[in-house]
Structure formats: C-alpha cells, structure tokens
DNA sequence: AACAAAGTGCTTATTGGTGAATATGAACAT
DNA sequence: ATGTTCATATTCACCAATAAGCACTTTGTT
C-alpha cells in the first residue's frame, strides 16, 4: 500500500528520488504518466498492466476512445530506479507538471502522485479538500 | 508497448530519427501509412498484419467501409531503420501529414503516430482531453 | 549526355542521460 | 555528547542519442 507524503528536490538533469518508505510497494522498475489537477500519477507494473489491457479494447474508429488512449499512452513512460534511489523524469513530464525544483510525491493507495511543491500546498489550502466536504463524501461512500 | 512522446525533427531530405526507446518495439522494418485526425500512423510488422486482417473483415459492400480501407492501404509504405537510427518518410505522406521540420513521435500503444509539432500541440490544448472527460473514462474502466 | 531531384551514407558537434564519488543531515545507540 | 548508519542531496565525468552538414549515388527528365 503506497502511503505518506514526501518532499524532495529535482538534480540538475531532472531526476528525482524515491523515497525509501515506497521503494518496495512501486518496484524496481514503474511507469509515470501524466494525471489529472496538474500531477503525475506513477504506476506499479501489475498496476499498469492492468490499465494497458483496457485501453487495448478501445475501438479506433471512436474518437473519443482515440483521445483517451493517446493522452495516457503518450504521457507515459516507463521509469527505472537507479543504484541510487533515483529515477529520471521525462522532460516533457516535468513540463506538464510544471516541476521546476521542489517536488512533493504523495502515496494514494494503488498509484503515487508526483507534484510542483507549491501546486501541492496550494492544492491543499483550497476549499475542494475542507474537512467538511470529505466527511460528506465519507459517508457517501459508507465509511 | 509503444509509449511516450518525443520531439525530433525532419532533414533536408525528410528524414527522421527514430527514437531510441521505440526502435525495438516497432522493429527494423515497420509501415506507416495516412492516419487519422491529420497524423502519420506507423505499425510493426505484426500489427500492420493484425490491422489488415481486421480491414479484410470490412463488408465491401458498403461504400464507407470501402472508403475507409482505402484510405488505409493506399497510404501505406514500408520503411527501414538505416545505421543511424532514420527512416524517410515519402513525400507524399510528409504533405498529407503537413511536415515541415518540426515533428512529435508518440507511442500510443500498438502503433506510434508521427504529428506535425505545432499540430500536436494545438491537439492537445484542445478541449479533447478536458479533465473531466478523462476523469469519467477512468472511473468507467476502473482504475 | 547533361542535369536536377531524390535518396543514401558518412562525419562532426552538441545535448542529455547515466553512473560514480562525495557531502550533508537525520535517527539511533552507546 | 559522540559516533554509526541510513537516506537524501550535489557535483562531476563519461557515454549514447540526436542534430546538422556535406558528398556521393541513383533515377528520371530533357
């Protein structure tokens, strides 16, 4: 179960560490693929097998399916964690996460999300996670 | 699985690198022909044969079906990695596609496609992939 | 035959990815 | 407090991938 919240920093050729505590639930080698508010979600392989299979039944000739399929599969890339603990970010990643430096890398369970620090903190502040609205959801879901 | 995005660029003569991280998944000897939504589509050996197979299945009967086969098959070359990693790209195919110099290579699964940048670009920003479409497709395939 | 256009191949410079070495800093034990 | 260990940060050097320019070959045209 990939859990907490990390804060480390991008080297000068843009790569990040993983933090020790996910190492072994993502795996040696993991997928990042561009996510939805701005972040990058990271996929373990059994993880995103699991996706590629579903998005290889999409019909071609459905545009819809057409875009789906290229905003995930172009997005991606198939990451490998170095002797170091590190691994690299494609360029075009970080551009669409607009990372620059100081980078906040979350657990959510089956996936972890890779953020711009700041677009994290800011992300929190806002209203869309007031204790309120989460406890509504909360009992939405039965919790 | 061809995944990830990557920006090269046309020679004088309407050559193009093919990305080291592809090479191997589209092999030596790979066919590209017209694809949809003004992009290049480029397959495998095996899923030129695989696409085929299914473009036989298609009623001749009808005159969509016989447009859309066509469409596919008249466009279709095959291309060879030379020693250096390039492949050209007919001219007739460089016109249809509207290349220039500037060129995004993205793997999206069974078959890379091959855009003009600006064109890419433009795609994206669209509202193709607004979140929320793409938050809907998630949940609809269960991740 | 002469020329132009298109295609092929080589050579060089540059960039960016990769690995090694070292430094810093926190957590823990003595 | 001091030393030890582990995780993370930083820097440097090297190598592979790509960009770009040029020259030669082939083909088709006049």
Redo the contacts with the bound molecule.
């Keep these: 179960m990939l859990i907490g919240e990390?804060?480390?920093?991008l080297?000068?050729?843009?790569?990040?560490?993983?933090?020790?505590?996910l190492?072994e639930d993502i795996g040696e080698k993991f997928i990042i693929t561009k996510g939805l508010d701005g972040c990058l979600f990271g996929f373990s392989q059994n993880e995103w097998t699991n996706f590629e299979e579903k998005l290889k039944t999409l019909p071609l000739t459905n545009k819809n399916a057409r875009d789906f399929v290229r905003f995930f599969l172009s997005g991606a890339t198939e990451c490998?964690i170095?002797?170091?603990?590190?691994?690299?970010i494609?360029?075009n990643l970080r551009e669409y996460a607009e990372m620059e430096?100081e980078v906040a890398i979350i657990g959510v369970g089956t996936r972890i999300e890779i953020w711009n620090k700041e677009k994290w903190k800011k992300y929190n502040s806002d209203e869309n996670i007031s204790a309120d609205a989460i406890a509504e959801n909360m009992t939405m879901l039965g919790i």
């Design positions: 990390y804060e480390h920093s080297d000068a050729k843009g790569r990040l560490i993983m933090p020790a505590k190492r490998e170095d002797k170091q603990g590190r691994f690299l494609a360029s430096k």
